[in-house]
């Protein structure tokens, strides 16, 4: 490794003798200015010694009593103190501030223009969106918005707003819990809803969300090993047609990676379970009866159930497949059980089956107060994403339905953290809801591990059009 050239150090040199003369000068300039006030200020005369090499002479050679010697020698080296603080204080303040300057990432935003995030623009933008907040002078930080983070160490706080899309793009191991999921659940102002496929953020928030309302966990697998204490009704939600609909389309979903390529046998089924969904609520028949249904085609119990409801169309769409060539038939009906086999678990099928020993859920109820949903499932073969789907989707349409007749938003606004979101809540029409949700004061915060997670489930183009890029 070669060292500095000969030449290099030549051209140096003056500038080194420049420096030191400058520096000998600050310092003597603010010895002799120093003094000087130290011993006017104490009484003792504005006489100045002259400001020259025998000044310095003296100074460093026999001290301050020569120069100044009407005053103690303590007032004038205190002036000396007190002049250097006055100057270093501002001009470490300066160096300060062009150091932060300089070390600014190019091309982030600054104070000025994050203004509408940070505490004061978001504590009228909250003002704004919850009537209840209207008139209060204080506001807690957390009944503004999500915290987001600091703008730069210092400060200020940037919080989102309760209508504003929260995405987090985060690899496995990386803090989605931790730094995401338990704060949100913990901060909540309203009722919670919460999907993941591991018990970390349960065990973490259940006790405290105890304090704030009732909590519910939904753990059809046993994730973290609780007894079953509620039911949900997986039909209640399917007295028309667009609800049956979206239900079957949570349980294609969950065996189908992307909603944009659906074959035959996908759509043919999901239009199959939607009908059987509807027959089973319209005629009071179970989730049990359902499966019987789709391990036996040639029963036409479901299409009678349509016709006594007056849904003719419904009852002779279904007909027609029941009568058509047995190997499509077939085809899609196994088609439709494949998407449905969670429910043969008998472990799953008790959690959405009457009880009268456990409570039932109500999704319209929870939306309106302080309570928790736990929503939990495994991933992979076996789970029961479509189902946790299903009762995910029920009660977020249960905030805009309460939303709508509070006169558009919630208040408090309920918080839906939907963790692992493509694995184990595939609503299958998710990124064109969040606007939705956003304007009834349903807070949705979706974690995913990379923007091809998202992609393979909801397509390139609806997964972009929610704010999402390809890295």
């Known amino acids: 490794m070669s060292g500095p050239r000969t030449g290099d150090v030549h051209e140096q040199l003056p500038w080194a003798f420049v420096g030191l003369a400058a520096g000998g000068m600050l310092l003597f300039g603010l010895a002799w200015a120093g003094g000087t006030l130290g011993a006017g200020l104490t009484g003792h005369g504005w006489h100045t010694p002259p400001f020259a090499l025998s000044t310095v002479s003296t100074l460093v050679g026999e001290g301050a009593g020569p120069l100044w010697p009407d005053a103690p020698a303590t007032a004038v080296y205190a002036g000396m103190v007190l002049l250097l603080a006055l100057l270093a204080v501002p001009a470490a303040l300066v160096v300060r501030l062009l150091l932060g300057r300089a070390n600014r990432t190019k091309g982030l935003a ?83 809803l919460l999907t993941s496929n591991k018990s970390d953020v349960y065990a973490v928030t259940r006790a405290a969300r105890e304090e704030a309302g009732r909590v519910w966990t939904f753990d059809p697998q046993g994730i973290a090993h609780t007894p079953r204490a509620m039911w949900w009704d997986l039909l209640g939600e399917c007295h028309n047609i667009e609800s049956a609909r979206r239900l079957a389309g949570h349980f294609v979903a969950s065996v189908n990676d992307d909603t944009a390529k659906k074959d035959f046998w996908i759509s043919a089924a999901q239009n199959t379970l939607t009908a059987l969904f509807l027959a089973a609520a319209r005629g009071g028949a179970s989730v049990r009866d359902l499966l019987g249904w789709l391990a036996d085609p040639a029963d036409r119990t479901p299409v009678d159930l349509l016709r006594d409801a007056e849904l003719v169309a419904m009852a002779e769409q279904l007909q027609g497949t029941v009568l058509g060539a047995v190997e499509t038939r077939d085809g899609i009906y196994e088609t439709a059980r494949q998407t449905v086999s969670c429910l043969l678990d008998p472990e799953i099928l008790a959690w959405v089956t009457r009880d009268p ?31 946790i789907a299903g009762i995910a989707d029920a009660t977020m349409r249960a905030g805009v339905v309460a939303a709508e007749r509070m006169g558009g938003r919630l208040d408090p606004p309920l918080t839906a953290v939907l963790d692992e979101a493509a694995n184990v809540c595939r609503i299958s029409d998710l990124p064109d809801l969040y606007s939705h949700f956003g304007s009834r004061g349903i807070n949705v915060v979706t974690l995913l591990q990379s923007y091809r997670q998202g992609a393979r489930v909801w397509g390139s183009w609806a997964w972009t059009r929610c704010g999402a890029r390809r890295p």
């Open 110 to 192: 600054d104070a000025r223009e994050l203004a509408a995030m940070a505490p004061k623009g978001i504590a009228s933008r909250a003002r704004d969106l919850r009537p209840s907040l209207k008139g209060r002078e204080q506001l807690h930080p957390d009944e503004t918005g999500n915290l987001l983070g600091d703008l730069v160490p210092n400060g200020p706080e940037l919080r989102s707003s309760f209508e504003d899309v929260e995405l987090d793009l985060m690899a496995p191991r990386a803090g989605k819990s931790t730094g995401i999921a338990v704060p949100r659940v913990l901060r909540a102002q309203g009722a919670v």
């Open 357 to 387: 020993s456990v409570p039932e859920f109500r999704p319209d109820r929870h939306v309106l107060g302080t309570d928790t949903l736990y929503l939990l499932s495994k991933d992979g073969g076996g789970s029961a994403a479509g189902v």
